[in-house]
């Protein structure tokens, strides 16, 4: 269901009539779908009722966000924490991003789905996912990764955002977070938002 709801998206053709009656016969995406439209992100009076306005307000890069979100949890458990890291990141970069330029919205689903691929190895691997963490710190994380897994949880991301189709200068963004000084100013945003929160612990 949720591959059919992701592939729509990608389809121009497509407009929210349909995509809404296709989230509609998934009780768990449209929940998501309504509460995120009534966040307070979207700051708008009353509440959003009808599924349609939902995801014309939240828009295609937000519900590919959620999709992904709700792919990413219903593929296995993972540590409440991380879980926890996501949110606290999205929140951050959306209250950051215009210091950078960047709209807010975007910044905000860029930090939902910047820790993809460790959310996928520790459902995979989680006894992995906790050797990781215990490193030293973000640079002997990512080696430790790499010696285990041939690449990064951040290349991981990449590779998954990529292949749902998400668009480049988007993966772009969360690419260069990496980056010890990007130039692209969502991965200035991201890497900030990430800074911000490497005083708390990421067990």
């Known amino acids: 269901m949720l591959g059919s709801f992701l592939a729509m ?8 009539p349909e995509i809404a009656v296709l989230a509609s016969h998934d009780p768990g995406l449209a929940a998501r779908v309504l509460r995120m439209a009534n966040s307070s992100y979207y700051g708008l009076a009353g509440m959003v009722e009808n599924l349609q306005f939902a995801c014309s307000i939240i828009g295609i890069l937000g519900l590919r966000t959620l999709a992904i979100a709700e792919l ?98 988007f993966v772009a963004g969360i690419e260069g977070a990496g980056q010890r000084d990007p130039e692209n100013r969502l991965a200035r945003v991201l ?13």
């Open 72 to 169: 990413s949890r219903r593929c296995g458990s993972y540590p409440e924490e991380l879980a926890s890291r996501c949110s606290a990141t999205a929140e951050a970069a959306h209250r950051l991003a215009p210091a950078y330029g960047v709209e807010p919205l975007v910044a905000m689903s860029a930090g939902l789905v910047a820790e993809l691929g460790r959310i996928l190895i520790a459902q995979q691997d989680p006894e992995g996912y906790v050797a990781a963490q215990l490193q030293a710190g973000p640079e002997e994380r990512e080696i430790f990764e790499t010696q285990r897994y041939g690449e990064t949880a951040r290349q991981v991301t990449i590779r998954a955002l990529s292949a749902w189709q998400f668009p480049k200068d």
């Open 9 to 16: 998206l990608g389809d121009e053709r497509v407009g929210f």
């Open 191 to 203: 890497k900030a938002a990430i800074s911000e929160l490497e005083s708390v612990p990421f067990s």
